[in-house]
């Protein structure tokens, strides 16, 4: 299976998704953990989601250190 979030970013998508990421957190206010509660709350979000996301952040975190 791979690793799939370091097979998706080509030089061009992964520019793309930085300014996206940049535009995002400049916009965004409020707990992130209370937001995500209520994503999954609401059904917004189901926990396995939530989970594939998480994972994801983590293998980007790797990335950037």
Do not use: E
């Amino acid at each position: 299976m791979g690793n799939s979030i370091y097979n998706d970013f080509n030089p061009s998508n992964f520019s793309n998704f930085l300014n996206q990421f940049n535009q995002f957190r400049s916009t965004f206010s409020g707990n992130p953990k209370q937001q995500v509660q209520q994503l999954i709350q609401s059904g917004r979000m189901s926990q396995q989601q939530f989970n594939q996301l998480s994972q994801q952040a983590t293998q980007l975190r790797q990335l950037f250190k």
